[in-house]
């Protein structure tokens, strides 16, 4: 099976903080994505990525940016923490025939 | 833009019975449609994909139908269990990457 791993389950950060979330999948995908999720909102596409050194903007890209430097790894980089950041965050991978996605990253922004 | 929506937006059920979820789309142009589960605070569990040729999944308890002319996907769950618990998502696929989700349905099996 598929596994998309997220380093971290939850992230408490003080505002104006770089935060860098971290998201690697096992099976050599090319398509990973980033989400947020928020109650009442659902999940919104912040970035996606094709392949290493390439990335999309989604829906809601704004106080983002992503990095992928090798093909299994895709961050995704707040670069100056807001506290309307604060939400989950869903890595997921996909070779074209569904989404895996990772466990969540739950981050709060104080 | 497609719009994916899920009724019932939350459901309670006695255990052993069986339930349907129901997921509509907008634009039938779709590749694929994936159904989720979703455990508070958790991430995304992909329980069934079906490909916009199929008519329909199964995997152990679950079945997932597809008609994709009326924008109409149904997940069926035989016997429920209180293990079942959890929000359902539906999200349909229309190429490029474009994954549209629905707004979920809540259930809770009663013991």
């Known amino acids: 099976d598929v596994k998309v791993t997220q380093s971290s389950r939850y992230l408490v950060k003080r505002t104006g903080e770089k935060v860098f979330l971290e998201c690697v999948q096992d099976m050599d995908h090319e398509n990973m994505f980033w989400y947020r999720q928020d109650p009442g909102l659902g999940l919104r596409l912040i970035y996606f990525?094709?392949?290493?050194?390439?990335?999309e903007k989604g829906d809601i890209p704004e106080g983002y940016s992503v990095s992928r430097e090798k093909k299994e790894r895709f961050s995704l980089i707040l670069e100056s923490a807001s506290t309307n950041q604060t939400s989950m965050y869903l890595c997921?991978?996909?070779?074209?025939?569904?989404?895996?996605f990772g466990s969540g990253t739950r981050l709060t922004v104080v | 833009k497609q719009e994916v929506t899920q009724i019932p937006a939350a459901l309670s059920v006695p255990e052993g019975e069986n339930l349907v979820l129901n997921c509509s789309f907008t634009?039938?142009?779709?590749?694929?449609l994936q159904w989720f589960r979703q455990d508070p605070g958790k991430g995304l569990t992909s329980l069934l994909l079906i490909q916009s040729s199929q008519r329909e999944q199964t995997s152990g308890r679950l079945n997932a139908s597809l008609d994709k002319s009326s924008g109409r996907s149904t997940l069926y769950i035989a016997a429920s269990q209180p293990g079942d618990s959890a929000t359902y998502l539906c999200a349909v696929l229309t190429g490029a990457n474009n994954l549209f989700f629905g707004t979920g349905t809540r259930l809770t099996v009663i013991p």
């Open positions: 997921a991978s996909n070779p074209g025939y569904g989404y895996t």
């Open positions: 990525s094709y392949d290493v050194k390439m990335k």
């Open positions: 634009d039938s142009a779709i590749y694929n």
